[in-house]
């Protein structure tokens, strides 16, 4: 029984998606819709509270990026080269003292090197996915979805497409404040009921 | 479930599990945190400072790269992390909703909290699978087994007293080392 149940449900949830709201760089709330049911309903400070929490903590989660020592061997080999480079050739302790600062800083790495540190991407529940977006100018887009959906990188691009289009290139918009832009609101509930 | 290729093509096996931390249920403090690095050759290095309790840590040493109040920084900071967290979930998803895990573009944290509130956190990296069950294990195999069923281990865990335990960090050190990895 069990799994026809859930093959049942898989088709009209799996496009699910419950709600959006964007986070401008201060950590304040300027937009937030809800698209489908699926979560409870919270009051517009609580909302206000939950955006200004979810910063904070993106914050935190990027700090909290484990740092791996490099391997000992290394350590070692720079150690003993820092040691003895002043005292025998005057002439390279320029070019050596130039290279051990970079040395110290670089004493660990992340467990994935070469890319950049972010924080919090992709937050999963029993009943929901949180994914996070933040564009470079630190503008943060929460998508609530089901956490069976896929494919949302897809939605979020085109949602910050649309972001683009109708908020941004809205003359009557003003930075960093809450987004009342119909036109956004329209494309935006079109563009995801078409998906479905 | 880790594809075999992945430890042999990267210096680093599969999961290297960087944290794995008790929370006390009243105190919100750490009780036990324990640091696994990535190569084998550092493992041994790493062995020397087991007990890598709070309190038994006076300096942890420089191998690790952290000093034993970058960790205590850390334990708080992922506990805020995940307090806030599990409190944003549960509002949104109701009661009965649990916060299992979330990614960055570095690493992964996995959360199980256990009925009396014990949390159990781990960090990996990317590659990972759900570790949900494994912290289950890791509670119901080691923790209830070693630490609470321990005589001697007070009801509180002050500073990390009594969860230090050598059978406790025996048994974890196997779990995590042949079990998970």
């Known amino acids: 029984m069990p799994p026809s149940k859930t093959r049942q449900q898989s088709p009209s949830s799996a496009m699910a998606v419950f709600s959006l709201i964007i986070i401008n760089k201060a950590g304040g709330l300027v937009y937030q819709r809800e698209f489908q049911p699926g979560l409870r309903k919270l009051s517009t400070n609580d909302y206000l509270v939950l955006a200004g929490t979810f910063h904070g903590v993106h914050a935190i989660t990027r700090s909290i990026t484990p740092k791996l020592p490099l391997a000992p061997a290394a350590a070692l080999a720079t150690t003993p080269t820092t040691a003895t480079t002043p005292s025998p050739n005057n002439v390279v302790s320029p070019s050596a003292t130039s290279s051990t600062p970079t040395s110290s800083t670089a004493s660990y790495s992340y467990p994935n090197p070469g890319v950049p540190a972010t924080g919090l991407e992709c937050l999963e529940t029993d009943k929901f996915r949180l994914t996070c977006f933040q564009t470079l100018t630190g503008t943060k887009f929460l998508l609530f979805t089901d956490p069976l959906m896929a494919n949302i990188e897809v939605v979020m691009k085109k949602i910050y497409e649309l972001y683009a289009d109708f908020v941004m290139k809205n003359p009557f918009y003003q930075l960093e404040m809450p987004v009342r832009c119909e036109a956004f609101d329209r494309n935006l509930q079109g563009w995801l009921r078409g998906r479905t | ?181």
């Open chain 2, 1 to 181: 479930m880790v594809p075999p290729s992945h430890p042999s093509t990267h210096p680093s096996p599969a999961i290297p599990i960087d944290v794995a931390n008790l929370v006390s249920p009243i105190l919100a403090e750490c009780i036990y945190n324990r640091r696994w690095l990535p190569r084998p050759t550092s493992m041994t290095g790493s062995k020397s400072s087991r007990p890598t309790s709070e309190t038994s840590t006076p300096g942890l040493p420089a191998t690790l790269g952290q000093t034993a109040r970058a960790t205590d920084d850390d334990a708080k900071l992922i506990f805020g992390t995940v307090f806030s967290l599990r409190n944003m979930v549960r509002k949104l998803g109701g009661e009965d909703d649990n916060f299992v895990t979330y990614r960055t573009s570095q690493y992964k944290l996995h959360y199980y909290e256990t009925p009396t509130n014990i949390k159990f956190v781990m960090l990996t990296d990317l590659k990972s699978p759900n570790m949900r069950v494994a912290l289950q294990q890791i509670y119901i195999n080691l923790y209830v087994e070693y630490v609470v069923k321990n005589p001697l281990s007070p009801a509180e865990h002050p500073g990390g007293i009594g969860v230090n335990n050598e059978l406790f960090e025996e048994s974890l050190e196997q779990f995590v080392t042949r079990v998970l990895s």
